[in-house]
């Protein structure tokens, strides 16, 4: 019969590197098990009730997709995700679906932004975290027609040097970019950029 420590790996296994109190002891396992792996460093406790493993506690943005798992990674810090921008986001920026509760995901200091049922799916793609996590992420073109749709969302030079490395990249899908600025309804703005550079 397998000890309480191989079931609690079992679990972080299946469980992206994470478990939580209430897993452990639907697992029969005394939630002390938790405490003493965590005082032996195998784990570190992340916050009430939640667990990690070492390599999965540092990445801080996979983290905050797990806890937030109907986030997507977005506007900047999406940005920064694909290597658009020099800049590394101050506070971090998570777009959900209309009607979700944002109060808890500001109280981590990310910034929630919300998005209709009919566009919160669009251009979702996956990118490697620092930490070599997987991460969920609007893809660039929609990234482009979110940081333009809203004045003073980002920083005009953030902007600017987006589209410039976008236009310049061999990977670039215009005609994606202009399905998606026609659904966002930023079409005028993101062709207004595109007649500047190109």
């Known amino acids: 019969m397998p000890s309480h420590d191989d079931t609690i790996h079992q679990i972080l296994k299946s469980n992206k590197g994470f478990v939580t109190a209430t897993q452990v002891t639907a697992a ?17 406790k992340v916050e009430r009730g939640i667990y990690a493993l070492p390599e999965v506690w540092e990445d801080e943005l996979f983290f905050m997709q797990y806890r937030f798992s109907k986030g997507i990674f977005s506007h900047e810090t999406a940005l920064y995700l694909h290597a658009m921008t ?20 500001r109280k981590h200091g990310i910034i929630a932004k919300l998005s209709t049922t009919d566009t919160y799916e669009l251009g979702i793609t996956e990118v490697i975290s620092p930490c070599g996590n997987p991460l969920r992420v609007y893809d660039i073109e ?39 600025a026609e659904k966002l309804r930023v079409k005028p703005k993101i062709l207004t950029y595109m007649e500047v550079l190109l």
């Open 142 to 180: 929609r990234t482009l027609c979110d940081i333009v749709k809203v004045k003073h969302s980002a920083d005009i030079q953030v902007i600017n040097q987006a589209m410039k490395t976008y236009t310049g990249s061999k990977d670039k899908d215009i005609a994606k970019l202009m399905r998606y």
């Open 86 to 105: 020099d800049r590394t986001p101050i506070s971090y920026t998570m777009t959900f679906p209309f009607g979700y509760n944002t109060s808890g995901v």
């Open 28 to 44: 029969g396992i005394p939630r002390r098990c938790l405490s003493e792996m965590a005082k032996e460093g195998i784990i570190y």
